[in-house]
């Protein structure tokens, strides 16, 4: 680190900066529940959760929550509730002291954001309601599931440089909602099942942490809405297995739209997160043998194919809000075990 005299480079000897702090971290918790069978079909669960915390930030709130399971019919289950949560940030932070000490020095390099709000608690909404239908003798359960979650201060991480150490943040807004389809059948030695989720995962305005972004990045932020990192917009997944004597052989199959990825437009802007990687698909199968043993609990011996094809797929680019380095899926593997219980 080279100092500096307003602005001016003016000497080459690095000079020592200690950096040396401490911080305690409290977090008290309190929270009554309670069922109530209030109709023989209908059961409500409900409760009151006390939280209240002291590190960086500090801060407190009373979340209530509400449940509700109704069997509609026999097989017919329907089921809703709304829950308010506060969520800290994690204790990992960078103390806001940190920029002060380095100030007119070269380890703030020119044109970085110095900025830095420590993160607060998220607080947020989240409602659920889902149905689920038994058919064929019960054989067959669909079922659907949808939720839907608005944040204020939504808390997210990222990886800023090559070290593996996440840094929390917060969006002043958050929205995130959802769908997932689902399906199972199960008779005798054959099963099967499959899901297919949609999902929609955005935050607006970075107000903590700022030194971690670029203030292209933070001017675009204030005014519009991008797809967090970890949004996958559709993934799906489904499998069959059966069961032979003994022997029960398996296949599945996960797809994925990608992670989220930079979306350079043609004069050369970036909307943050505004494209994804491309879509994959990937297929396992298993085959599992019980080897009965005299006088004790069976043997059981495994072998699993992991990426069959041996398909080449990224998940994560690199680019974006948060995201330092790409991310691939396994590549083809075989894998075998053994297993005995007592």
């Known amino acids: ?50 939280d209240q915390y002291n590190a960086y930030t500090s801060g407190g709130q009373l979340s209530p929550r509400l449940n509700l399971v109704w069997q509609v019919l026999p097989g017919s289950t329907v089921h809703g509730g709304y829950s308010r949560y506060f969520t800290p940030p994690p204790f990992e932070l960078i103390n806001s002291e940190t920029f002060v000490r380095f100030a007119n020095t070269t380890a703030i390099p020119p044109g970085t954001v110095t900025t830095d709000t420590p993160p607060v608690a998220e607080r947020a909404n989240y409602y659920d309601f889902g149905v689920e239908q038994k058919l064929l003798s019960n054989h067959l359960t669909l079922g659907i599931d949808s939720f839907y979650k608005s944040s204020t201060d939504l808390l997210d991480e990222g990886q800023f440089g090559a070290p593996i150490i996440l840094t929390p943040f917060n969006y002043l807004d958050g929205r995130i909602e959802g769908i997932e389809f689902t399906a199972n059948y199960a008779v005798a030695a054959l099963s099967v099942y499959g899901n297919l989720a949609f999902q929609s995962a955005k935050g607006k305005d970075i107000v ?13 932020l204030i005014d519009n809405y991008i797809h967090l990192d970890h949004e ?20 599945d199959l996960l797809f994925g739209t990608g992670l989220r990825d930079d979306l350079v437009l043609p004069g050369g802007f970036v909307i943050p997160n505004g494209d994804h990687t491309p879509s994959y698909a990937q297929v396992n199968l298993g085959l599992s043998q019980e080897i009965p043993i005299a006088g004790t609990t069976p043997l059981s011996a495994r072998v699993d194919v992991i990426n069959l094809f041996d398909k080449e797929y990224e998940i994560r680019s690199g680019n974006g809000i948060g995201v330092f380095a790409p991310q691939y899926g396994p590549r083809r593997g075989l894998f075998l075990g053994l297993s005995k219980g007592f």
């Open 1 to 50: 680190m080279l100092t500096t005299t307003d602005g001016v480079q003016n000497s080459p000897v690095p000079e020592a900066i200690a950096e040396n702090g401490d911080q305690t971290q409290w977090m008290e918790s309190v929270y009554l529940q309670d069922e109530w069978k209030a109709l023989p079909n209908l059961t409500v669960n409900y409760g009151l959760r006390a």
């Open 232 to 251: 996958e917009r559709v993934s799906a997944s489904s499998g069959v297995s059966y069961l032979w004597h003994r022997t029960r052989m398996s296949a």
């Open 208 to 220: 903590s942490s700022q030194f971690n972004f670029t203030q292209q990045q933070l001017d675009y």
